[in-house]
């Protein structure tokens, strides 16, 4: 009954199934693989997070440039405060409010971005307090620039003067005469009774929609696997049917010779 599996037909369909299910259970488990991989920076993140408001700080030169090992970690700089700019639209123990932003230069001749605290409402320069006079230390935690329309970053453009919609190397230089590190940081402390901006895990290591785009991936490819067995099971079923019939003479001589549909 089943010597039609020796046809160049199915020759054909048992090659493809014995390729296909491989295929795909090879992509599924990649994109496992890569949910995995999210899975556990996000952990690691997290867990870097953690220590890195434990640790001792470091110089800023230390811990330059800004990547996943060093973001989070705790740095301190010198310098005299600067420029003062105001970074709307940001939301802190689900409130609304805005970033003070203030530009510490320090004496390589370039300055550093520093997040002072957060400030509730709308954003409004006579309400941001000024920055400490003179030479002052800070110490908060590193964090990379800001990209423009990535992880809720506003990419407004058109603020008022004194506003910046990302804090990002890239922005504050049309904005401020100075020359930029590729870096800021967040105070360890609000400053002037600000509320304090935590740290944000580095672009890339959470549990975004990247990763359940992978997992989704997973199952889908998993699914197309066993797609290829059930229809490989399904048409041998139907021809070894064709066949007994045929056998049996319950089929038209026209029709003994099945289609390549199988119908």
């Excluded at 390589?108 to 307090?129: E, F, I, M, Q």
């Excluded at 401020?176 to 609000?190: C, E, K, Q, S």
């Excluded at 290591?205 to 797609?227: C, H, I």
Aim: proline share 7%.
């Amino acid at each position: 009954m089943y010597r039609f599996l020796l046809t160049p037909r199915w020759w054909g369909i048992n090659v493809f199934v014995l390729l296909a299910i491989p295929f795909c259970i090879f992509m599924g488990s990649w994109q496992l693989s890569r949910f995995e991989d999210r899975v556990q920076d996000h952990r690691d993140a997290t867990e870097q997070a953690a220590a890195g408001r434990t640790e001792a700080a470091r110089p800023l030169a230390e811990l330059l440039p800004v990547d996943k090992a060093t973001s989070g970690k705790r740095a301190t700089v010198t310098g005299r405060y600067g420029e003062q700019l105001l970074v709307p639209d940001r939301e802190l123990d689900g409130r609304t409010g805005s970033y003070v932003l203030t530009l510490l230069r320090t004496g390589s001749g370039k300055a550093l971005p520093v997040v002072r605290g957060w400030l509730p409402g709308a954003a409004d320069p006579a309400k941001a307090p000024a920055p400490p006079a003179g030479e002052v230390t800070v110490t908060g935690a590193l964090q990379a620039s800001e990209t423009p329309g990535d992880n809720g970053v506003s990419a407004a453009s058109g603020l008022p003067s004194g506003q910046t919609a990302a804090i990002s190397t890239a922005s504050l230089v049309n904005l401020v005469p100075y020359r930029m590190y590729d870096a800021w940081i967040t105070l360890d402390n609000g400053d002037s009774g600000m509320k304090t901006v935590p740290a944000s895990a580095p672009s890339g290591s959470g549990l975004d929609l990247k990763a359940f785009q992978n997992l989704g991936y997973t199952g889908e490819w998993f699914v197309f696997a066993g797609f290829v067995v059930f229809m490989w099971f399904r048409l041998l079923r139907r021809e070894a049917e064709f066949v007994q019939d045929a056998e049996l003479g319950l089929v038209p001589d026209e029709e003994k010779v099945p289609s390549p549909s199988g119908v």
